[in-house]
């Protein structure tokens, strides 16, 4: 498929593409846009390209396309901006024929809302794999089914073979597939192909109450509900103009480091399993599980779900809950040193991690990735810091970074994490003082829009919020740290042998779910 002209005034770069753009007043904190042309929306795209800021989020309503971009491309209107572009006949110019981070986001577009990128690499579906009955199910039309048919990219070469992995994968994992092109053992091309566990989150949240939509959000991603939750309840707030009290804050600071704490302890043992280093999952599996425990109890809820909740927090965490978190701290902490120790000195065990599994920092750079998989080739990007946010903006976060994009950065990037998490929540829970811990949330009579950034165990999640006058939700978008993250475990796989894909892909551990929305 051929790029269109770039001589055509629908497509020739704008200088400024801010430039004239029409400010959204109801959108807040950060400021959104409708650009005059496609012109300024292939200028963003292309200095995206040139790598001159971030794709933060590109996603669609039935009449529109919404490209949120952060960092130097943005500089001029506050480094964080959301750029929208009317589509009246369904087509705007391809993002991903210059930056291919927005391949599949454009795809997935393309999928719910029928919106076609033109000039784009690749025109295959994403999410829709043929079950849905109907095609494009958020367009204000509903387009035609797509063919169950998947055409993988063509693969030609001497002594090649391929080597099927998936959906369906031994354990209680998630569904993906993989499709290995291998030349003997050695891995020369990995295709990943996503989206079956679709769940219609956008469509379920259209006409939701605030109740029900952060209940929803708070299971895109059950691993990382709490995220999830603050990340929608931030956009909200920032929406309706809402300051959550000081306690409430403060106890969403720790329960977003506890689920830190549980996830980053399961992924060091898995880790370790799947270099068949059994002891360290046993071992971090207890850690894991005394934290769970202690969410638990403090909470009501193992994962600490349906906590958070727009204004502040559904319930209180009463005194002998907090003390629960102080006595696991004190616990954990000198295990977790002796499980760091007993890694750092096996020698079998590091020669499976290190040098693993490696990611060029151009391309995470590229790709903007987050969490762990981003701060191991040394991108020094954490949400809680650089968009900080409360009580993140009072006690900040120590960023973890190495620098040799192997499996063992990776882990070690979670050990540094847990370590700084048992120091936040231990900070967080000494300032805590008595008060409430919701504001009161009132309907703004107006339409109100919202976006937050949220740093998860993974990476950043983003929330993208339009209200209705009467406080419904008219339109919901959530981004995963995964969509920056998958298509950079094809490359980590790249020259490895096939038999390192289980150890490389948990060092990774990127949400199917919270990507297949």
């Known amino acids: 498929m051929t790029a269109p002209s770039t001589s055509s005034p629908e497509t020739t770069p704008a200088a400024d593409p801010f430039a004239g753009a029409e400010p959204v007043v109801a959108h807040r904190p950060w400021p959104r846009f409708v650009l005059q042309d496609a012109a300024a929306w292939t200028a963003l795209a ?13 996603f669609a309503d039935a009449d529109a396309v919404h490209m949120a971009v952060r960092g130097a491309i943005a500089a001029p209107v506050g480094g964080v901006a959301v750029a929208s572009l009317p589509v009246p006949d369904g087509r705007f110019p391809s993002v991903g024929a210059h930056h291919p981070p927005a391949i599949r986001l454009e795809r997935a577009i393309r999928d719910l809302y029928g919106h076609i990128p033109e000039g784009a690499l690749d025109a295959r579906p994403w999410l829709d794999h043929g079950v849905w ?4 199910p958020l367009a204000a039309r509903a387009g ?4 169950a048919d998947y055409s993988f990219l063509p693969v030609t070469g001497e002594g090649l073979h391929q080597i099927p992995v998936g959906p369906v994968h031994a354990g209680i994992i998630e569904p993906g597939h993989f499709r290995f092109t291998a030349n003997g053992e050695a891995v020369v091309r990995l295709e990943e ?3 079956y566990v679709h769940k219609g989150v956008e469509g379920l949240a259209a006409g939701a109450s605030l109740e029900r939509a952060a209940k929803l959000a708070g299971r895109v991603s059950g691993d990382s509900t709490v995220a999830y939750a603050l990340a929608f309840a931030r956009a909200v707030e920032a929406a309706l103009g809402i300051a959550p009290p000081p306690r409430a804050h403060l106890l969403r600071g720790v329960l977003a480091e506890l689920e830190r704490l549980a996830n980053h302890l399961g992924d060091i043992g898995a880790v370790c399993n799947d270099a068949a280093f059994a002891l360290m999952l046993t071992q971090c599996g207890l850690l894991r599980e005394e934290v769970l425990r202690t969410a638990d109890a403090a909470t009501g809820h193992r994962l600490m779900m349906d906590m958070i909740v727009p204004g502040g927090l559904a319930r209180d965490v009463p005194a002998d809950g907090t003390e629960r978190v102080r006595v696991l701290l004190s616990r954990l902490e000198p295990r977790f040193a002796r499980i760091v120790e007993l890694y750092d000195t096996t020698p079998s065990l590091l020669d499976r991690t290190v040098a693993t599994g490696f990611v060029k920092p151009a391309d995470v ?11 191991a080739t040394g991108r020094d990007f954490d949400a809680r810091r650089d968009h900080a946010y409360p009580p993140y903006d009072r006690i900040a976060p120590i960023v973890a970074l190495r620098e040799a994009g192997d499996v063992d950065a990776r882990l070690w990037v979670r050990i540094d994490e847990v370590r700084d998490s048992i120091r936040l929540i ?6 805590l003082r008595a008060g409430p811990v919701k504001a009161e949330v009132v309907p703004a009579g107006e339409v109100r829009e919202g976006i937050a950034m949220v740093e998860a165990f993974r990476g950043d999640v983003v929330a993208w919020v339009r209200l209705a006058a009467d406080g419904t939700v008219a339109r919901l978008h959530l981004r995963d740290a995964s969509w920056f993250q998958w298509p950079l475990l094809e490359v980590a796989i790249d020259g490895n042998i096939v038999a390192d894909f289980p150890i490389i892909n948990k060092s990774f551990n990127c949400s199917y779910s919270g990507h297949d929305l």
């Open 193 to 195: 192909r996503l989206g």
């Open 133 to 136: 009955g109907t095609g494009t």
């Open 46 to 58: 292309m200095a995206l390209g040139r790598r001159e800021g971030d794709l933060v989020a590109l």
């Open 144 to 147: 035609e089914p797509q063919p």
């Open 365 to 375: 750079r590229r790709f903007a990735a987050g969490g762990h998989v981003g701060r």
């Open 426 to 431: 231990r900070a967080f829970l000494d300032e």
